[in-house]
Antibody, heavy 117, light 107 residues
Framework: QVQLVQSGAEVKKPGASVKVSCEAS????????MHWVRQGPGQGLEWMGW????????KYSRKFQGRVTITRDTSANTAYMEVTSLTSEDTAVYYC??????????WGQGTLVTVSS | DIQMTQSPSTLSASVGDRVTITCRAS??????LAWYQQKPGKAPKLLIY???SLQSGFPSRFSGSGSGTEFTLTIASLQPDDFATYYC?????????FGQGTKLEIK
């Protein structure tokens, strides 16, 4: 059974960084690309970026270019998404999602990141 | 970046109604469009991919159509479980983008 299990909720201060993990089970991570999507409180879905989990190639939304880094550790079957220089605008639920073809398919449960002083 | 515009933003309907949600892309995306269903407090679920392919697990009352810049999601006969928020998503070219969402409410 394919499952993505994300790390737990985080509370960070403005200016800090956060790294969210996404552990895949039921399949080999490097067989499917991984997307990262976030959703602010009461807001819509926002595509952040993507990683080819085989080659490590990444693509990012222009909004997050330079501030977001997506990586993977194939030995741990886990993908990661790090956001630096956090502000209150980054308070959101962050999702990883395995690619279905090229679109997000199976989603993780989400990780709430709260940025507050 | 390709902009995705959904209409309406909110839709009030009754059980048994036929409803249609529209998604327009700012440039052609061929058929590289997906639809997602999201319920409060839950992760989104892939509903339709490649504009018209129904994801397994969803009933046939859901259908998608369109190509190029205009797409529709149709629910043939609304059921109580269908009241949710629906998002379109283009994956024709990076950076991928989502529509702003359509909240389907009970009338």
């Amino acid at each position: 059974q394919v499952q993505l299990v994300q790390s737990g909720a985080e509370v960070k201060k403005p200016g800090a960084s956060v790294k969210v993990s996404c552990e895949a089970s039921g399949y080999t991570l490097s067989s499917y690309a991984m997307h990262w999507v976030r959703q602010g409180p009461g807001q819509g879905l926002e595509w952040m970026g993507w990683i080819n989990t085989d080659s490590g190639d990444t693509k990012y939304s222009r909004k997050f270019q330079g501030r977001v880094t997506i990586t993977r550790d194939t030995s741990a079957n886990t993908a990661y998404m790090e956001v630096t220089s956090l502000t209150s605008e980054d308070t959101a639920v962050y999702y990883c999602a395995r690619a279905h073809g090229d679109s997000p398919g199976v989603w993780g449960q989400g990780t709430l990141v709260t940025v507050s002083s | 970046d390709i902009q995705m515009t959904q209409s309406p933003s909110t839709l009030s309907a009754s059980v048994g109604d036929r409803v249609t949600i529209t998604c327009r892309a700012s440039q052609s995306i061929s058929r590289w469009l997906a639809w997602y269903q999201q319920k409060p407090g839950k992760a989104p679920k892939l509903l339709i991919y490649e504009a018209s392919s129904l994801q397994s697990g969803f009933p046939s009352r859901f259908s998608g159509s369109g190509s190029g810049t205009e797409f529709t999601l149709t629910i043939a006969s609304l059921q109580p479980d269908d009241f949710a928020t629906y998002y379109c998503h283009q994956y024709n070219s990076f950076p991928y983008t989502f529509g702003q969402g359509t909240k389907l409410e009970i009338k």
